[in-house]
């Protein structure tokens, strides 16, 4: 842990000296309010900074190290990849697809190989969840790439 | 006292009038919905859901909307057990130990002592509310810009219970918290603060995207390394209903949790969220076993969940007895006693008692509907950890995402909870406690803009902080749960030392 800590350390330290010098940039502007909008910012930048220092000279070193390998980080980032790609698809192509697609590529991601019984779960499920908010709760959800398709 | 139960009585022929009755289970159903899917907080359930109110009277019009905002506090606790599926930002800390719970198999008492705790909560606090309310009203009101304050040092100071292992890293949790919270609009000024030219940025950093994305979207990060790696365990449920024994645990902490939550609540802008973190500290700084907190702890469910219901009555007060919105989910409560032509003011317990007495009476029922409702849905809840898990996450997934997407139609959120979940994904690698991310998001703009506008009205002199008692004793309280287990462990280790050294007890 020793290791992982001082380059977390180095991490947090810029994090905060950034953050800092950002907060520093903020102007002034305080009449009549003694602290003004910088202070606090000021602040936190110094404690985050501190806190990234303390970590370098002094690394904790209690437990083992986690392994963070690339066969195991390889799938986590894949699905961040998805996940964003579902939320900026998700206004123009509508939630009902958006869902279904997303729906099938992570749980072929996490070991579905069964393309009806996927196709099916995703499809029941992401037209469900659709009406359960339009129709029964009220909340408008895109409809998106449907709406050439006439649907109510 | 006889007059008080006089007016209850008449509260109770309006209450049970069918439509009424009706109207209760209705708004309970809603809000447990809404409780259980995440991101969709009472506050935005309720604004969401206030045309259903049109044409109908005051009475029914409020009985449907406080429904729905008990409702949704009684649901919120469900996916965060199940699934650490923080439904509502005041349920961050039921994850704590409620899903430790699930992971041994024991979602099922935990799920029924946060419906049970929930009812006792809501129903003491109506009681509370019914005979303290408008003394203590008037004493929430005494709450300045210093004493705000003040209750936010203390709020901070209960990261020392949250922080596991190591204080350094809960410490840098706790300012990453606070940066996120400082991100927008300085109201004050008018100026933008670290949004990078982005206008969505403006409003501010959303809690619900941040407790979804470091919780939920971290969570199944977590797992889906687990299944590549092939050690993903399967939950096995050991038992759904809770024991006698589990029930004795926790009364004390739910009636400590009521205690606090229902005065929490009442003071304004603190919230639930703060009342539930104040819960789950108070019984992890007096237990006798501290370290059982975190790993399943049954006292670390009931407590919070209690302290979050009865906040939610607590919040009521403010609006009922002075007519003030003292919280987001009263002020949607006032514009829709506006829309229905009832004017919150002082008078409103004289000139409209058909409505508040409605209210009150209807709280009573609401409660025992929503025990009623919830104590058989737990059976078909834990279920829900029998699906597998490559359809599972997926699934918790996508609601999330909705329950997100639904509060500002804004993509952006969507990914910055993706890229949360990938920093807390990281955090949880490295030891980073989570919650006082949560807790300093939620602390970091109430705790800037006291201590400005305290300054502001005494013209920088400092001491202003200080003068009120009870600031004082608030200060006092952070500086006693800060220094307080260093000494009890100091205390208790001159005791154990001589014992170990000598192997025999000391006389």
């Known amino acids: 842990m020793t290791k992982a800590d001082r380059v977390w350390g180095v991490v947090i330290l810029v994090f905060g000296g950034i953050y800092l010098l950002e907060g520093i940039r903020i ?43 690339r066969r195991v980080f390889g799938p986590v980032l894949a699905l961040s990849v998805l996940l964003i790609a579902y939320a900026l698809s998700l206004a123009w192509m509508g939630y009902p697809v958006a869902t279904c697609l997303f729906l099938l590529g992570a749980a072929w991601m996490m070991g579905e190989r069964s393309p009806i019984r996927a196709g099916l779960i995703a499809l029941l499920f992401s037209v469900g ?5 339009t129709r029964f709760l009220n909340i408008p959800l895109p409809i998106g790439l449907l709406e050439h398709l006439g649907l109510p | 006292m006889a007059e008080t139960l006089q007016h209850l009585g008449y509260g109770f022929t309006i209450a049970l009038q069918p439509i009424n009755v009706l109207y209760a289970f209705l708004g309970c159903l809603v809000g447990t919905l809404i409780g259980v899917l995440p991101g969709i907080g009472p506050a935005g359930g309720m604004a969401l859901l206030i045309p259903l109110i049109y044409g109908k009277s005051a009475a029914s019009a409020v009985i449907l909307l406080a429904g729905i905002y008990y409702g ?19 349920s961050v800390v039921t994850t704590l130990d409620g899903y430790q719970m699930a992971k041994q198999g024991r979602a099922g008492p935990a799920l029924c002592i946060a419906a049970i705790g929930s009812f006792i909560a809501g129903t003491l606090s109506v009681v509370f509310l019914m005979f303290i309310g408008p003394p203590l009203a008037r004493f929430a009101l005494r709450f300045g810009p210093s004493e705000s304050f003040a209750l936010m040092v203390f709020g901070l100071s209960t990261v020392s219970s949250l922080a596991g292992s190591s204080l350094l890293k809960g410490t840098i949790s706790t300012v990453l918290g606070l940066m996120l919270a400082s991100i927008g609009l300085d109201l004050p000024t008018g100026l933008q603060r670290y949004t990078f030219g982005i206008d969505k940025l403006m409003e501010g950093f959303d809690i619900i995207v941040a407790a979804i994305g470091l919780f939920a979207v971290s969570e199944i990060f977590t797992a889906l390394e687990e299944i590549s790696a092939g050690t993903l365990e399967r939950v096995k449920v050991s038992r759904i209903w809770i024991s006698l024994r589990d029930f004795l645990d926790s009364v004390g902490a739910i009636l400590r949790g009521t205690a606090l939550g229902f005065i929490v609540g009442a003071v304004p802008g603190a919230a639930h969220v703060t009342a539930s973190f104040f819960s ?14 975190g790993r399943g702890e049954i006292r670390g469910v009931a407590g919070p969940e209690s302290a979050n219901n009865a906040a939610a009555s607590g919040a009521l007060l403010p609006l009922l007895t002075l007519g003030l919105p003292a919280s987001t989910v009263t002020a949607v409560l006032y514009g829709a006693l506006l829309m229905v032509g009832v004017r919150p003011s002082p008078f409103l317990f004289q000139r409209h008692p058909d409505v508040i007495w409605g209210l009150v009476a209807s709280m009573y029922v609401g409660n025992i509907m929503l025990l009623i409702l919830n104590l058989p849905l737990v059976g078909i809840f834990v279920r829900i950890l029998s699906i597998p898990p490559r359809w599972l996450l997926p699934i918790v997934l996508t609601i999330s995402f909705v329950g997100v997407y639904s509060v500002h139609n804004s993509a952006l959120d969507l990914v910055l909870a993706t890229l949360l979940g990938l920093l807390g994904y990281l955090m949880r690698k490295f030891n980073y406690p989570l919650a006082p991310v949560i807790l300093g998001l939620v ?40 220094f307080a287990p260093m000494i009890l462990r100091h205390l208790r280790g001159q005791e154990a030392l001589p014992t170990s050294q000598n192997g025999e007890k000391r006389a």
Do not use: W
């Open chain 1, 27 to 69: 102007p002034p502007a305080a009449i009549g309010d003694p602290l003004g909008p910088r202070t606090f910012p000021t602040i936190l930048g110094i404690v985050m900074a501190a806190c990234g220092a303390y970590l370098i000279l002094r690394p904790e070193a209690r437990t083992a190290p986690p392994a963070l390998q």
């Open chain 1, 129 to 133: 969840v659709h009406l359960l908010f």
């Open chain 2, 72 to 90: 949704a506090m009684y649901g919120g606790s469900t996916t965060s057990i199940l699934l650490n599926l923080p439904g509502e930002a005041a």
């Open chain 2, 280 to 293: 789950y500290a108070l019984e992890k700084r007096f237990s006798m076993h501290p370290e059982t907190f």
């Open chain 2, 443 to 482: 602390l970091g703009d109430l705790l800037e803009q006291s201590i400005r506008q305290a300054l502001m009205i005494s013209g920088g002199e400092i001491g202003i902080l200080f003068q009120s008692s009870i600031s004082k004793l608030l200060f006092a309280l952070a500086l006693v749960v800060t």
